[in-house]
Structure formats: C-alpha cells, structure tokens
C-alpha cells in the first residue's frame, strides 16, 4: 500500500468510476479542485481509493471520497482517511468536516465526526454534515 498526493485526474477517473459512472466525466469535476490537494490510495501501483481535502481559514473539508467497488470493506478507505486527517492536523487545520451520504454516517462517526443538524439533499441523494475539532 502506499498513499500520497494524485493530481486531479486521477481523483477523477476513480470519482467517475465509483461515484457517478452514469453520468459524464465533467460531473465529477468540482470547480474548486485546481485549490485541493489529492490523495490517493494505492495497491500494486493502481489507485484504488481517492479523496480531496480543501484548507481554508483553519478548517479543512474533505470531499469526493471515493474507493471502488470491489476494493470496499478491507481497510483501503480507512487508512486514505486517517492519512488525511493526520496530513490535515499537520497543515494547521483546527476543524474539519464533510458532506456525508446519510447512509454512510456510521462510517464516519468512527473518525470521530460528529453528525452536525445541517442536512440537504442533490442528486436525489441525503447527505449529512459531520464534523470534528482535530
């Protein structure tokens, strides 16, 4: 296994593929990601679970977290998200939060994260905002 910083298209191949695969490339680009920096999870030299975490004014937010299919459930998304939070921690950041799918809060409450009472729906899915003091 090896972690470390991807540029955005490979944040957005693994995105596409795992998140979004019925719709086009440029829906899972964010307008923002030229600001993130990328990290990804490796196995054999293929990437198998990406995340991007944006810092801003102290806080950062992890979005677009994403490990395909068949590589869920073994520990690959875990180690990418303590990688994160521990790079996070490094970089200063005091706070830090995401828009969590509802169905996958229990995940992130294993982090630490903190359901928060701010909830909205897109793309006909329920997201969740968690957060936690790092």
């Not at 972690?3 to 998140?19: F, G, Q, S, Y």
């Not at 990437?47 to 395909?68: C, H, M, W, Y």
């Not at 590589?71 to 706070?95: I, P």
């Amino acid at each position: 296994m090896e972690i470390k910083p991807v540029n955005k298209e490979i944040a957005w191949e693994l995105r596409h593929i795992v998140m979004w695969p019925d719709k086009d490339l440029e829906y899972v680009k964010l307008a923002d990601d030229d600001q993130g920096i990328h990290y990804g999870l490796f196995k054999n030299k293929v990437p198998v679970s990406v995340i991007s975490l944006f810092i801003n004014d102290g806080e950062a937010q992890f979005r677009k977290f994403a490990t395909l299919q068949e590589e869920q459930g073994k520990g690959y998304g875990s180690m990418l998200l303590n990688y994160v939070m521990a790079e996070a921690k490094y970089r200063g950041v005091k706070r830090i939060w995401c828009n969590a799918r509802e169905n996958k809060s229990i995940f992130y409450k294993k982090f630490g994260l903190e359901e928060t009472n701010q909830r909205f729906e897109r793309g006909g899915k329920s997201y969740i905002i968690m957060a936690k003091n790092v």
